[in-house]
């Protein structure tokens, strides 16, 4: 049986150099109301560039042909690329939140004017993209079957939408 590490040398050998991996999401439409909507809501966010269509691509004129914009420093990239594109669960934005006071505040924004609570911590904001909205907790006690019990804590989530830290504390350590 092979084990983690083995062949790392040889895996390294066949990496490829590229100037950089980012996210890009597609919307249908609304691509630039999307992005300043998410960089208005977390610091260290700013769109850095938005290239619109002259209507000589099959982008309609004035829709975003590419936004780079940073979340959180990270960067994505998004456009517009009309009716075939539609969203998944597959893919989600994902946020820590080290206090319950961050995760209301930032599921209340995600779930403002046409968002839709889900299951577990995930939501869909108004433009149909997936987010899950978590706790710093959540990854610590699930990692931590010494000092409680991580079971008891997914049982709890199951039956949440969005996620309260003292009720999976709770959990936590009652299965302990």
């Not at 930032?106 to 403002?112: D, H, I, K």
Request: charge should be negative.
């Amino acid at each position: 049986m092979k084990q983690v590490g083995e062949g790392k040398a040889a895996a390294v050998e066949e990496q490829i150099h590229v100037r950089g991996v980012r996210p890009c999401i597609v919307f249908n439409d609304r691509a630039e109301e999307a992005v300043n909507f998410y960089v208005s809501l977390f610091k260290n966010s700013r769109v850095l560039s938005m290239q619109r269509s002259g209507g000589e691509s099959p982008i309609p004129n004035g829709k975003v042909l590419s936004a780079i914009f940073e979340l959180d420093g990270r960067e994505y990239r998004a456009f517009d690329g009309g009716p075939s594109f539609s969203f998944s669960e597959g893919f989600s934005l994902d946020v820590t939140c080290d206090t319950q006071e961050e995760l209301d505040r930032v599921w209340a924004r995600l779930t403002s004017d046409g968002g839709e609570e889900g299951p577990c911590g995930w939501l869909k904001d108004r433009f149909g993209v997936s987010w899950q909205v978590v706790p710093t907790a959540l990854g610590e006690m699930m990692s931590d079957d010494k000092h409680g019990n991580p079971t008891k804590v997914m049982e709890a989530v199951l039956k949440m939408r969005k996620l309260d830290i003292a009720t999976l504390k709770q959990a936590y350590l009652s299965g302990s």
